[in-house]
């Protein structure tokens, strides 16, 4: 089969796309043809090698990717045959890889089969970017009186956080970086739809929102415009912020809190796995929203040979939605 290898720690040009050897699933794991295979933020910082990052880095040589979906062609010892040829979508694990590849190996308890009806990129979205998406708006507690702003508002947990914010009758703001970006967030529905770029964005969501204050930011760009958006927020308004894409996260200090009557939540590691249900349960609600039509992900695809472009386009920001690597 054709994978995508690493050798050395650096640039997304240490990922190599190469002929290997097909894997073979263990007991109680399945053999998947994959049909499409997320890439995260989280992807690059492990191909940088930082150790900043939630994952710790990975031993190398490595193949790259932790969502996968496809079609089950192989089983090992211990698993039921019905599985042979099923649709299905699997969350690999944080610190797993083996995604971008042709064939992929998962254990069969992680597997979800995909919803008739449902494609593949779509499926791959939600497994991570979704059940993801979905831990943050149980923190969030939206309700139809709320006034949203929702920052990377044309990312893939940006984008379904939009959607589902309008859905709770809520009126949302979304700012993005540049007007492709903006444009994406127009056509989501939002109220206001502003670029995160420009110097005086805050006086656009002011000036679009008239006299209703935010009462909500997420956000997980964090830094100058985290704090911005926070500074938007009225009084007994809430944030909850779950990562820091600019490199450093939303400051604040406790003060601020008690002076404006904030709620602050930060929907990351044990926050995210220890709602009820845990990760499982989130995915399981991510594809079942998906099937039933009221979260619909953005996906821009890159060919799998195209690995290092696709990560290339979210580390410059330049990618739209959910990025996903096709064969």
Same mark, same amino acid.
């Given at each position: 089969?054709?994978?995508?290898? %690493?050798?050395?720690?650096?640039?997304?040009? %240490?990922?190599?796309?190469?002929?290997?050897?097909?894997?073979?699933?263990?007991?109680? %794991?399945?053999?998947?043809?994959?049909?499409?295979?997320?890439?995260?933020?989280?992807?690059?910082?492990?191909?940088?090698?930082?150790?900043? *990052?939630?994952?710790?880095?990975?031993?190398?040589?490595?193949?790259?990717?932790?969502?996968?979906?496809?079609? &089950?062609?192989? $089983?090992?010892?211990?698993?039921?045959?019905?599985?042979?040829?099923?649709? &299905?979508?699997?969350?690999?694990?944080?610190?797993?890889?083996?995604?971008?590849?042709?064939?992929?190996?998962?254990?069969?308890?992680?597997?979800?089969?995909?919803?008739? *009806?449902?494609?593949?990129?779509?499926?791959?979205?939600?497994?991570? +970017?979704?059940?993801?998406?979905? *831990?943050?708006?149980?923190?969030?507690?939206?309700?139809?009186?709320?006034?949203?702003?929702?920052?990377?508002?044309?990312?893939?947990?940006?984008?379904?956080?939009?959607?589902?914010?309008?859905?709770?009758?809520?009126?949302?703001?979304?700012?993005? *970086?540049?007007?492709?970006?903006?444009?994406?967030?127009?056509?989501?529905?939002?109220?206001?739809?502003?670029?995160?770029?420009?110097?005086?964005?805050?006086?656009?969501?002011?000036?679009? $929102?008239?006299?209703?204050?935010?009462?909500?930011?997420?956000?997980?760009?964090?830094?100058? =415009?985290?704090?911005?958006?926070?500074?938007?927020?009225?009084?007994?308004?809430? =944030?909850?912020?779950?990562?820091?894409?600019?490199?450093?996260?939303?400051?604040?200090?406790?003060?601020?809190?008690?002076?404006?009557?904030?709620?602050?939540?930060?929907?990351?590691?044990?926050?995210?796995?220890?709602?009820?249900?845990? $990760?499982?349960?989130?995915?399981?609600?991510?594809?079942?929203?998906?099937?039933?039509?009221?979260?619909?992900?953005?996906?821009? +695809?890159?060919?799998?040979?195209?690995?290092?472009?696709?990560?290339?386009?979210?580390?410059?920001?330049?990618?739209?939605?959910?990025?996903?690597?096709?064969?």
């Amino acid at each position: 089969m054709y994978a995508i290898r %690493q050798y050395e720690f650096g640039a997304p040009e %240490q990922l190599v796309y190469e002929l290997v050897p097909d894997p073979a699933p263990g007991p109680r %794991q399945a053999l998947i043809e994959v049909r499409a295979a997320g890439v995260h933020l989280v992807d690059t910082v492990l191909r940088a090698g930082d150790t900043r *990052g939630p994952v710790s880095p990975p031993r190398l040589p490595m193949t790259p990717g932790r969502e996968v979906a496809g079609v &089950v062609t192989g $089983l090992g010892d211990e698993v039921d045959e019905r599985w042979l040829g099923r649709r &299905v979508v699997v969350h690999l694990g944080a610190g797993a890889g083996g995604g971008y590849a042709e064939l992929a190996v998962a254990d069969t308890a992680a597997l979800h089969e995909i919803p008739e *009806g449902t494609g593949y990129e779509a499926a791959v979205a939600m497994v991570g +970017t979704g059940r993801m998406a979905l *831990g943050v708006l149980h923190h969030a507690r939206l309700v139809a009186a709320d006034v949203v702003l929702v920052n990377a508002a044309a990312g893939g947990i940006g984008n379904l956080l939009v959607q589902a914010a309008i859905r709770a009758g809520a009126t949302v703001a979304g700012a993005a *970086g540049g007007e492709r970006k903006v444009e994406c967030v127009r056509r989501s529905g939002a109220v206001a739809a502003v670029d995160y770029t420009a110097a005086d964005w805050p006086d656009a969501v002011r000036a679009a $929102l008239g006299d209703r204050s935010v009462t909500v930011v997420f956000d997980g760009v964090g830094g100058a =415009v985290g704090r911005a958006a926070f500074d938007l927020l009225g009084a007994s308004g809430r =944030v909850v912020s779950f990562g820091w894409s600019a490199g450093e996260p939303l400051r604040f200090t406790s003060a601020e809190l008690f002076e404006r009557q904030l709620t602050a939540v930060v929907a990351l590691g044990a926050s995210i796995t220890g709602i009820p249900g845990g $990760l499982r349960g989130l995915e399981e609600r991510a594809l079942a929203e998906l099937a039933a039509g009221r979260l619909l992900p953005a996906v821009q +695809t890159f060919s799998l040979r195209d690995a290092a472009a696709a990560q290339t386009a979210l580390e410059r920001r330049t990618a739209t939605g959910k990025v996903v690597l096709v064969p």
